[in-house]
């Protein structure tokens, strides 16, 4: 073995404070660069299956569905095509759904049964380090669902103002929420049967949140419960701007998601110290 | 007399009410070959885990390559080469590509992470398996494999985890003669293992430990002569006269202990000993005279629980 121990540039941490050096040695990328080793080598076909799940729903509901609905009034009273309707949300969903099967099940297994994160936190990496990446990772799974989508809205015509460009971040924005709060939860869990509550909550999350029809539909005590959940901030940020729609309110729904994703990363940090350097 | 690589103090880690490790204290030198023996639960993995900056310790002290875990982990942890004691490799990545990733994480170049990859497989003897995947390698390799990603970031010291619990003798032999490999070009290696000819071939010096604390502290060859004799005669009598016969052997060797299937006699020359048992018109069904090894210490002096 040769004698050299340079280490890269990345590793910038010398200049943090003691505190945050021993969570983080800047190198999160290493972490994103194993998983998209991993993913391109064994999961890749998951991967693609995720990414017509979304556009599947589109042709289903918008297009078959559509022909019966006609148009549909949004919550600022403009009247679009139902599926210019529905398209925004599902972009929505396609990045909540991408962060989320990165975030939950694959952490979920990466910490119970392939001890991938004990091996991680012996090297010079820190926890935030691993949080980080994974939540990187997550995040870029969920941009390439958006940007396939969207390119497929495009083709359709559903995008009917400039602004869609703008759901490009606003869609990584929502991927990063839900990454950083999905693997906070999964750090929690132990068993598969609490797994299954993450499912159990994702699916009416979907179906309810504003994605199908607008929220005037339910009664007033309904909505207040549906607008305190994620989905429908993004549905309604991500169905601004491609509809053109846009107002100083929705930079609400981005803050939102700000407060998400930082929650989600101070708790995923400070479990994986607890869980792996106790 | 160079600094050590290793101190501990009075180390302490407590869970709660129980305490896993209760006092230990040792130092390893540079290049020195140390080994932590004991039967399952004695404290050995939890102390290695604070060795290895992975776990904090409830009260003394500790310095690993002159810096305190507490302050300074990652930095501990960049100059350490781990070898847990179940394989954690990454089974969703290539042979190759572990070490490649492994290495990534320590913050080195790719280019230098390459070189060494190559430099490692041909050490752990899988150039061949560079391309496979690692669910299909055997036990042996897969070991030899995790040694090689702890080596990707040229560590000063290697803490190995029951190294060979596992493996069938021929792989064992294979990995013995690795271990010994880097064990001459200077490597420190801190152990743990409850195979007594394990610490005999690897260990330069040891300690026992049982229940948390330490119970003995020396080189193989001290410890035998301390806690043993130069010889042990084993005869059996058959389950059920063991401890009938025992009772009529008193005189014959420095020391005799009964196990329920055979009765150890403690001697410098067994087959003296043997002669006088014979000649007081005993009769064995079978006996065996052997060098006494690490294990008759391990079991003096941690006692019969070893057993369970």
């Not at chain 1, 990363?265 to 400070?270: A, E, G, K, P, S």
Request: some cysteine; overall charge neutral; aromatic content about 10%.
């Amino acid at each position: 073995m040769s004698g050299v121990t340079e280490r890269d540039p990345v590793q910038s941490s010398a200049a943090l404070p003691r505190p945050i050096r021993s969570l983080y040695a800047g190198n999160a990328r290493a972490v994103m660069l194993r998983g998209w080793r991993a993913t391109r080598s064994t999961n890749w076909l998951v991967v693609v299956s995720g990414f017509f799940e979304p556009i599947f729903y589109l042709l289903a509901m918008g297009i078959g569905l559509g022909t019966l609905v006609g148009t549909v009034t949004t919550a600022s009273g403009q009247e679009v095509a139902y599926p210019a309707f529905i398209a925004p949300a599902l972009l929505a969903v396609a990045a909540m759904n991408g962060a989320i099967y990165d975030s939950t099940w694959n952490v979920f297994f990466k910490m119970q049964f392939t001890k991938l994160y004990e091996g991680m936190l012996s090297t010079s990496l820190g926890p935030l380090d691993v949080a980080l990446g994974e939540i990187l990772l997550a995040l870029l799974r969920g941009a390439l669902y958006a940007v396939g989508f969207q390119l497929v809205m495009q083709a359709l015509g559903l995008n009917l103002s400039w602004w869609a460009i703008l759901a490009l971040p606003a869609v990584l924005l929502i991927a990063l929420g839900f990454a950083s709060l999905g693997m906070a939860v999964t750090s929690y869990m132990k068993t598969f049967q609490q797994m299954d509550w993450v499912n159990f909550i994702l699916l009416p999350m979907f179906l309810f949140s504003a994605t199908f029809y607008p929220l005037t539909v339910y009664p007033e005590w309904l909505q207040g419960v549906i607008q305190a959940l994620p989905l429908w901030h993004g549905v309604e940020l991500v169905r601004g701007l491609t509809t053109g729609d846009v107002g100083w309110g929705m930079l609400w729904h981005v803050l939102y998601y700000v407060v998400m994703a930082v929650v989600g990363i101070v708790f995923t940090t400070r479990r994986l110290r607890t869980l792996f350097l106790d | 007399m160079p600094a050590p690589v290793i101190v501990a103090r009075d180390l302490v880690k407590r869970y709660g009410e129980f305490a896993a490790v209760d006092g230990i204290s040792f130092e390893v030198a540079p290049g020195e070959s140390f080994g932590l023996l004991g039967p399952n639960g004695a404290g050995k993995s939890t102390t290695m885990r604070m060795v290895g900056a992975v776990s904090t310790r409830t009260a003394g002290e500790l310095s690993i390559l002159g810096l305190d875990p507490d302050a300074f982990g990652p930095e501990i942890r960049s100059q350490l080469g781990v070898v847990p004691q179940s394989d954690n490799l990454d089974t969703e990545l290539r042979v190759r590509e572990n070490l490649l990733v492994y290495g990534r994480y320590f913050g080195l170049p790719a280019k230098v992470v390459a070189k060494r990859a190559d430099e490692l497989l041909a050490f752990a003897q899988l150039e061949e398996k560079g391309k496979a995947k690692v669910d299909a390698l055997s036990g042996g390799m897969k070991r030899r494999l995790t040694i090689a990603r702890a080596l990707i970031n040229d560590p000063s010291v290697l803490l190995l985890d029951e190294p060979t619990t596992g493996l069938d003798p021929q792989a064992r032999h294979i990995l013995w003669d690795r271990l010994f490999r880097l064990k001459e070009q200077g490597t420190t290696l801190l152990l743990t293992t409850h195979y007594m000819d394990e610490a005999e071939q690897l260990c330069d010096r040891l300690v026992v430990v049982d229940k948390g604390a330490i119970m003995a502290e020396g080189t193989p060859a001290e410890l035998i002569r301390r806690y043993s004799s130069r010889e042990v005669l084993e005869v059996r009598f058959g389950s059920d006269r063991n401890v009938g016969v025992a009772e009529r052997l008193s005189g014959i060797g420095e020391r005799t202990e009964v196990l329920p299937d055979r009765i150890l006699i403690y001697s410098d020359n067994g087959e003296a000993e043997l002669e006088r048992i014979t000649d007081a018109g005993l009769h064995p069904i079978t006996s065996l005279v052997r060098r006494s090894s690490l294990e008759d210490v391990f079991l003096r002096l941690t006692g019969r629980s070893l057993i369970e």
